[in-house]
């Protein structure tokens, strides 16, 4: 069955604003990453944590993971249009195939 | 430079039909990809390749068969085309193990009539 579920399904948020998404993830992992999906486009990655991280940072994006919980959120600061995209989840499991398992995405809108 | 390109961009074909999507990446990575997105954008793995060899395998009916003739190309053909086979099909590569980064092409859009 599918390994993320991401909440909120859908955010709308003023230019500007913080956006948060969090995703809740259901066997153990080696670690896990986020991507952001453009209307009509590929994904793309935009950061990776290991599972003995708790936190990382890369620019105005902030990811937290937090194992014990199987959850993990992804902080965007001071929003921009461009930001607006489906924001997805990716596990990858620390036993059997190795293989990215996606949660649902939030899709993320800035009203400029 | 496009990283990892797929074509066509757009595939729309009759029921039955057998249709093929390539795939190329010049990223000189050695592991590439075959994804499906439903139109509820659940996004799942169906084949991996690394270096030439199926290291993936989904539940996938053997309709799809993917080959790939170098580590740079990972072509998808699909037989006897389903109703159910519509979706975004994205090809993805990355260097080493499954669990790295992977980047993606732009998808290709197939629509079974």
């Known amino acids: 069955s599918q390994q993320g579920e991401e909440d909120p399904q859908a955010l709308s948020i003023q230019e500007g604003e913080n956006a948060t998404m969090n995703c809740s993830y259901k066997?153990?992992?080696?670690?896990l990453q986020w991507y952001r999906q453009n209307s009509g486009r590929g994904l793309v990655h935009l950061i990776l944590?290991?599972?003995?991280?708790r936190e990382k940072h890369s620019g105005r994006l902030r990811v937290t993971l937090d194992t014990s919980k199987k959850s993990s959120s992804l902080l965007i600061t001071a929003s921009r249009a461009a930001d607006t995209a489906s924001y997805f989840c990716?596990?990858?499991?620390?036993?059997?195939?190795?293989?990215?398992?996606f949660g649902t995405g939030t899709r993320l809108t800035i009203i400029p | 430079d496009t990283a990892v390109s797929q074509t066509p961009k757009y595939l729309v074909t009759q029921m039955g039909n057998d249709k093929s999507i390539k795939c190329e990446q010049n990223?000189?990575?050695?592991?590439m990809y075959w994804y499906k997105q439903d139109s509820k954008k659940f996004l799942k793995i169906m084949f991996s390749?690394?270096?030439?060899?199926?290291?993936i395998n989904e539940t996938v009916p053997n309709r799809f068969s993917p080959k790939s003739p170098d580590k740079a190309h990972l072509n998808l053909h699909i037989n006897s085309l389903e109703l159910g086979d519509s979706a975004v099909y994205f090809c993805?590569?990355?260097?080493?193990?499954?669990?790295?980064?992977?980047?993606f092409g732009d998808g290709t859009r197939l629509s079974i009539l």
């Open positions: 993805a590569s990355s260097q080493g193990s499954p669990s790295q980064p992977q980047h």
């Open positions: 066997t153990s992992i080696n670690n």
């Open positions: 944590i290991r599972s003995n991280e």
């Open positions: 990716a596990t990858v499991a620390n036993f059997g195939n190795e293989k990215l398992t």
């Open positions: 990223l000189g990575h050695d592991t």
């Open positions: 390749y690394n270096n030439k060899e199926l290291i």
